[in-house]
């Protein structure tokens, strides 16, 4: 089923306009009520204040849609029967009318189908820690490999296991570019003490990055890592530590995993993961709006 759009984003899209789509699982299940929708809210304004069309990209009774109404965005951040569904859960959504906050590999599919070809997000899913027992690579990286959307977001999670999530992304053919950093970024923290393949300082760049790899043919998608701001890195280690093993513990998997940890390390930094979290959200709103200017401007030309 192809995505609804809104009246805004079919416009924009119409008209050669950049948008900026941005996912929906960060609200249903990424962050609490009522910071989930005030941040999808600014994140939107974030996109427009930078030159570009924001799609949130969400099912809703079982419709795709890209540019949702604010009830919409406040249902789902509200809701708690709202569900979470990955690229392979779409079809299933659809047919059982369900409301669904979408991942990055779902929302990636939709924004392909809707010609969207630049998504802000927070954190991508990766390869858990001790996927080598239990097999927990998400989605995200599996469709990264075959669907051709430019992903900005902060890096990876160090809930995760960063050397072979970029391990993974190298076997997907999946470009890796840091923005104005060698350091491929660790979400909360602007190093995971690992290099990115590629560093580029300007969105311009970025965006002949992306449409060289699209006229390619190359297949995939692009992970734009864009690295917290200074003054909102914190260091979690030990934090992670202990929500990841408080999951192991209680035998915590599958799509659960993802939201318990961040649900528990907001509890344990009393807040000070949420904070961070929603500074780098919008900072990847904002860089994503720019690199779609850029790249509205360069397939204009
Ligand atoms: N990382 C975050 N915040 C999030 C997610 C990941 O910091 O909200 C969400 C995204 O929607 C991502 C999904 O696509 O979790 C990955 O889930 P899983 O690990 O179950 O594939
Ligand atoms: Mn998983």
Known sequence: MLPVLSDEVRDALAARRPVVALESTIISHGMPWPQNAETARLIEAEVRAHGATPATIAVIDGIPRAGLDPAMLERLGRDRGVVKASSRDLAAAFTRRATAGTTVSATMILAELAGIPVFATGGVGGVHRGAETSFDISADLVE???????????????????????????????????????????????????KADHRFDTPAEIAEVIHHHRALGAGTGLLIANPIPAEHAIELHAEIAVAVAEAAARGIGGKALTPFLLARLNEITAGRSLSANIALVRNNARLAAQIAVALAALTAG
Do not use: H, M, N, W
Request: glycine share 10%.
């Open 144 to 194: 990264l490999g075959r669907t051709g959307t430019a992903v900005v977001c902060a890096g990876v999670k160090s809930i995760l296991d960063i050397p072979k999530t970029l391990e993974f992304l190298e076997t997907q053919r999946v470009p890796v570019l840091a923005y104005g950093t060698d350091d491929f970024p660790a979400f909360y923290s602007r190093t995971s003490g690992l």
